[in-house]
């Protein structure tokens, strides 16, 4: 995998036209993979059931119907899967259903902690060894668990240390909601921040780890469903703290509007115009720039769900004042009724990459120019950048956990 940009751009000079983008000799060929490949399916796992099939399944394993929402309650609303502690059920009852409906899905290997202990990173090894990861980063006013939904990537983004690696292979619902139950259950202990008072609450929900969602889109809906669903059939969060990440499958963001899970959609551009958003963000090959955005506007017509608009900053490759410009002519084409935020990311460069974060006044200028556009911005916090706090990028740097975890990446060109 090659990680290529030029820092020569003439995106420096006083012009007003975008500048060519000066394609690097050593560009990527890492060829985009839509259809994961077929690996040994993770057993299947309470969080993977609706309420009905949890029923019937638990029926089919000898036991009352009635089971099915104690067992709900003790995992969903207790938080609790050591079959120990369900006093309310019988003995020898707790032990069957905890093993035909809790297997073990995610191993922790690593798990690190920075920001005086606001955010936790861990790293999981699941059942067939495939190392993700995932993000709790606690912050005044919310919890955010930052989630992967599949194991690798197939959108070879050329900055992504993800991208890198390939696809490995889709997450399953419950391996997803696993994350976030562990999440819940840390907060729930007093992992993160004082314990005095009321342990918090997961709160938010990003799926912004590693893979791209909607390339895993029943997997990932199924995890929607299960977070949003009230307790004690599922999490009982709101869909509004909930924001899906995407780099731009149109007919998936199309199909997710018409789901009737009003949760944010985020749509990775990072470049306002094809030619460098095909270097950038190669699934532009496929759907373009205004293809994209059209996608967007149309989901945040139809969810009143406002869109954010994720913008990676990479010195002088996409963060001329011209592209704030372009960026902020595109967005403005669709209406100013509200319908989309940019949020501004530093880069955090992967290991070894030629790439690297904007300069401070050049990220100041790009923000100055979408403000006097009447485009609404802001500058994520780059929490975890310590612990390495990229998507994939705990998982890229732990070969050295076991050279036997990661399967090699199958790939497919589409
Ligand atoms: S940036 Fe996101 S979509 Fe692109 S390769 Fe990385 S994980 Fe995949």
Redesign the pocket.
Known sequence: MTVAGSPDLPGATATTEIPEYVQPPDRSSLPLVFTAPRRGKPPTHWADLDPASRRTAVEQAGHRAYRARQLSAHYFEGLRSDPETWTDLPAGVRSELASAFLPPLLTSVRELTCDDGDTVKTLWRLHDGALVESVLMRYPDRVTMCVSS?A??????P??????GGLQRNMSTAEIVEQVVDGARKLAHGRLGDAQGEAPRVSNVVF?????PLANYKSVVGALRQLTTPKPDGLGMSARGITV???GLVPRINQLAEEGLPVTLAL?LHAPDDELRDEL?P?NTRWNVDEVVDAAWEYARTTKRRVSIEYILIRDVNDQPQRAEQLAKVLKRRGSWGWVHVNLIPLNPTPGSRWTASRRRDEDEFVRRLQARGVPVTVRDTRGREIDGA??QLAAGSADVDASVTAPPVRARV
Request: glycine fraction near 24%; hydrophobic fraction near 35%.
């Open positions: 599949q690798g990537c197939g959108m070879a983004c900055f992504c240390a993800t991208g890198q912004m780890g590693m893979g791209e990440s995407t780099v990775s963000v699934v998507c994939g």
